[in-house]
């Protein structure tokens, strides 16, 4: 089965711009989603295909991908986007599975 | 509003199985797939399976094949998800979620999620 990495954890200063990056080799085949998931909540997705943001979702979210990594961006970082986040897309098995990445927590200094 | 409203806590022992239930409200049952997924205390989300609510067909992740069934009724706009030999390790959250996908196999996307339901496992 397919994996996705991303980093454990990366901080930014308020204000600033934190890019979150997923590898795996099924994200030359199929487009990556995020999900930001704050403690003792349900996961939310914040971007999808090529580069589309969820209604509600604050356009300092952007996504994009080349190759077998797809990334997250944050321009301008609030301190309400201190989160978890995680990538996800179908298996590279070509069989209706999915999998998610290993996750990204983001600390707003 | 679109919306799943999941079943409540489960505390269950060892060996036992567990069958959560995800109800769909504010939009057309049979035309999103849904996904189950969960997360164990600490740790990062883990996909387990996909069901068609329109005819029923699934697809599992390898690691719960033969231990999970996911069902889904209709008349109900409800999906279940019933895992069986359970373990501590299987002790998490587990969330419903729905497949928004474009249905061009290649844009894929969990766009509306449940609450969560959190299933112990314990002696």
């Known amino acids: 089965s397919s994996e996705l990495t991303q980093d454990p954890a990366v901080s930014v200063a308020l204000g600033q711009t934190v890019r979150i990056t997923c590898q795996g080799d099924?994200?030359?085949?199929?487009?990556a989603s995020w999900y930001q998931q704050k403690p003792g909540q349900a996961p939310v997705l914040v971007i999808y295909g090529k580069n589309n943001r969820p209604s509600g979702i604050p356009d300092r979210f952007s996504g994009s991908s080349s190759g077998n990594t797809a990334s997250l961006t944050i321009t301008g970082a609030q301190a309400e986007d201190e989160a978890d986040y995680y990538c996800?897309?179908?298996?590279?098995?070509?069989?209706?599975?999915?999998?998610f990445g290993t996750g990204t927590k983001v600390t707003v200094l | 509003q679109v919306q799943l409203v999941q079943s409540g806590a489960e505390v269950k022992k060892p060996g036992a199985s567990v069958k959560v239930s995800c109800k769909a409200s504010?939009?057309?049952?049979?035309?999103?797939?849904m996904h189950w997924v969960r997360q164990a205390p600490g740790q990062g989300l883990e996909w387990m399976g996909i069901i068609n609510p329109s005819g029923g067909s699934t697809s599992y992740a390898q690691k719960f094949q033969g231990r999970v069934t996911m069902t889904r009724d209709t008349s109900t706009s409800t999906v279940y998800m019933e895992l069986s030999s359970l373990r501590s390790e299987d002790t998490a959250v587990y969330y419903c979620a729905r497949d928004g996908g474009a249905g061009d196999g290649y844009t894929t996307y969990m766009d509306v999620w449940g609450k969560g339901t959190t299933v112990t496992v314990s002696s």
């Open positions: 996800n897309s179908r298996d590279s098995s070509g069989n209706h599975l999915y999998v």
């Open positions: 099924s994200l030359r085949s199929y487009y």
């Open positions: 504010g939009y057309t049952f049979t035309s999103y797939y």
